[in-house]
């Protein structure tokens, strides 16, 4: 009878799309429910560039939550930038529910309103949910204005606070989710973490360290592809990637004096590398200049930043 019931549990699954304006904390919260690290973070805009799925799945709860971190809504400047703001409303439009992100500390803003009227023209049926992240930077006060102003927000049907950081708030967040997916298998392998390829993944984080160390246009202008993985005998990863910039001066700033730029960009991501694969990592980093690679619709294609 223990077996049957088993068998007969109801399932849940779905899509959340996840939209906010940049460094809000999508990425970070997109992490924290998945319980790994499937999309990097960083105080930069257009860090996220391609739409990440991230699966939440909770086996006891019987329920499978595909986290689409978005990338931050902003206007179109470029043919990059015009293929993530396209990507957001297609993933929106797909999605069983939708969580707008407010970065508490800032409040809310003429952004997170053109977010929200952008979800009202868009949801249909689709239920809005609202974080206000950030709250472990906030007094109690504070805390309650911030959640006021996104009650206000029209397409907003009810509101969270948390702090992706430390954690608290998610669990009921999660649970909300959860209640608004349609029942139904689970559309990944419980064990499956992001749906990118391995070698986009690894290419993201080494991208993350040089978010971390550069400014001005370099980390806009910056794209690492990886050409080559190789597992040697010994156990040894060889990881051979290209850092893409689009200037002999930008290159000039990623390689640095004497070649100390790139080398703690590749002792950096080095590490991040064994973390995520479990085993040393020799990672071969080679920066080159590939002009106006953000305006090139083919190339952006093979990069995976795919159009609407």
């Excluded at 997109?30 to 105080?43: E, P, Q, R, Y």
């Excluded at 950030?134 to 109690?140: E, F, I, V």
Aim: aromatic fraction near 4%; proline fraction near 5%; charged fraction near 30%.
């Amino acid at each position: 009878m223990a077996v049957r019931q088993a068998r007969e549990k109801r399932t849940r699954a779905g899509f959340v799309g996840i939209a906010g304006r940049p460094n809000v904390g999508k990425s970070t919260l997109v992490n924290a429910l998945v319980g790994a690290k499937v999309a990097i973070v960083s105080d930069r805009p257009q860090t996220t560039r391609r739409a990440i799925r991230g699966i939440a799945t909770d086996r006891a709860q019987g329920w499978q939550m595909v986290l689409v971190d978005l990338p931050g809504v902003q206007r179109p400047r470029d043919l990059l930038t015009q293929r993530m703001q396209r990507r957001v409303e297609h993933e929106l439009t797909g999605a069983d529910a939708a969580l707008l992100v407010i970065d508490g500390a800032q409040g809310v803003g003429p952004g997170d309103r053109f977010i929200a009227k952008a979800l009202l023209a868009a949801r249909g049926e689709t239920p809005v949910l609202c974080a206000v992240n950030k709250c472990d930077r906030l007094r109690d006060p504070e805390t309650a204005a911030a959640l006021a102003a996104a009650a206000e927000l029209e397409a907003v049907d009810e509101v969270f606070p948390l702090s992706a950081k430390t954690g608290a708030g998610l669990e009921s967040l999660a649970a909300q989710l959860a209640s608004l997916l349609p029942d139904g298998p689970w559309l990944y392998p419980p064990e499956e973490r992001s749906d990118l390829p391995s070698e986009v993944h690894l290419a993201e984080l080494i991208r993350e360290q040089v978010l971390s160390r550069t400014w001005d246009e370099v980390p806009h202008a910056v794209e690492v592809i990886v050409d080559e993985v190789t597992r040697r005998d010994d156990g040894l990863i060889e990881v051979n990637a290209q850092l893409w910039v689009e200037t002999e001066s930008q290159k000039g700033i990623l390689v640095g004096k004497g070649g100390r730029m790139v080398r703690e960009v590749g002792s950096a991501a080095r590490r991040e590398l064994e973390r995520d694969l479990g085993a040393r990592v020799f990672l071969d980093l080679r920066v080159k200049v590939r002009e106006h690679w953000r305006r090139d619709d083919a190339l952006l294609d093979r990069l995976g930043i795919e159009p609407s």
